[in-house]
């Protein structure tokens, strides 16, 4: 059974008992505009999210209709398609926990797109269909919060920030105040060994037998993690966490093992609007040590995903981490 515990614990209930084995999957980008419900754009894959204990994705177009569009993202942009406003029916909300989707990260550069009302909207259909979410609230103590789901006695946090390079393009996407709602955001310019930031992941691992850490960054369509992304996953490896999820590029990015743990740079799409290829990866975890995984690429198709249990091609794509993405000696590849 699955079920939301508060973020904070007594310390008497922390690290107890025996850690079970779990098994976690992770998708990309749900992008739903200009889809509706009806198509049931994620029904193909939900076999492979229900054999999992936990199953994420990044919700890249938040559920509501809401109108009113953010003010940070200005007309020429949108004109210039430098900038772009996503939403989606929130029937969709519904259609996430059919498929078995338990938790989406919402820390990304479309949250905030239909303001303050959106976002409430978003996460009250969200929370509605028993889904968890975290990196976004009503002020920053609330996007920073973590959601921790048990999972047969094992506590499992997942946490989820946005980690663009530099302050002004943070600020397009609406970052969380102490007094205003949005988005967690990682305003670190450029330097990743931030006390602050191991503070955050260290409390937040205190917590929990098992951390994961979402993280929306890198370059569109880039097939390979920048050298920010690299160093940035290492800092959270470091500070604690047991395995980092990115997202954005809306591409496959590859995968490694850094001091034995998972990092997955980019999951490219899940659902989109238009002809893609992606993927699912599935971890299996024994005593919070990764024993095996498998990596299932998917089809998007006319708004819907469908599984590719044998395509050799997107295989290929998520293998395909370089000398240049990978620190000799440091980063191990994954191979599936």
């Keep these: 059974m699955i079920a939301l515990l508060p973020l904070l614990m007594p310390p008497t209930l922390q690290n107890q008992g025996r850690i079970q084995d779990f098994t976690l999957s992770f998708g990309g980008d749900l992008m739903f505009e200009g889809i509706t419900p009806r198509k049931q754009p994620l029904e193909p894959l939900m076999p492979i999210f229900r054999s999992s204990e936990i199953a ?16 940070r ?10 900038q772009y406003i996503l939403g989606g029916n929130p029937k969709f909300a519904s259609e996430i926990s059919k498929a078995g989707i338990e938790f989406v990260t919402l820390a990304n ?7 303050t009302a959106g976002l409430r909207q978003d996460t009250a259909v969200l929370a509605g269909a028993g889904i968890h979410f975290a990196g976004a609230g009503a002020n920053r103590s609330q996007a920073m919060g973590m959601t921790v789901i048990n999972s047969n006695g094992t506590r499992i946090g997942f946490l ?5 390079m530099t302050p002004g393009a943070l600020y397009k996407c609406t970052p969380a105040t102490s007094t205003s709602a949005g988005i967690m955001t990682l305003n670190l310019n450029g330097q990743v060994h931030q006390k602050w930031l191991k503070q955050w992941i260290v409390r937040c691992k205190s917590q929990v037998d098992f951390l994961v850490v979402g993280v929306h960054w890198g ?23 047991d395995l980092v999820y990115g997202c954005h590029p809306h591409v496959l990015e590859g995968a490694v093992l850094y001091k034995g743990k998972p990092i997955l740079y980019s999951m490219g799409n899940l659902v989109s ?49 370089d000398r240049e993405a990978c620190l000799k000696g440091v980063d191990v590849p994954i191979k599936f």
């Design 273 to 321: 609007p238009t002809f893609a290829t992606g993927g699912i990866v599935k971890l299996n975890f024994q005593a919070r040590q990764l024993r095996s995984c498998h990596f299932l690429p998917i089809m998007i198709k006319f708004g819907r995903a469908y599984p590719l249990f044998r395509d050799p091609r997107a295989v290929a794509k998520m293998n395909q981490l």
């Design 219 to 241: 370059i569109e369509l880039r097939a390979k993690p920048t050298p920010y992304q690299v160093a940035l996953g290492h800092a959270l490896i470091d500070d604690g966490a």
């Design 160 to 164: 989820s920030a946005l980690a663009f």
């Design 109 to 115: 550069n479309h949250t905030m797109d239909h303001q």
């Design 73 to 82: 993202k200005s007309a020429l942009e949108l004109r210039r398609h430098q």
């Design 56 to 71: 994420c994705a990044n919700l890249e177009s938040p559920l509501t209709i809401v109108k009113a569009t953010t003010k």
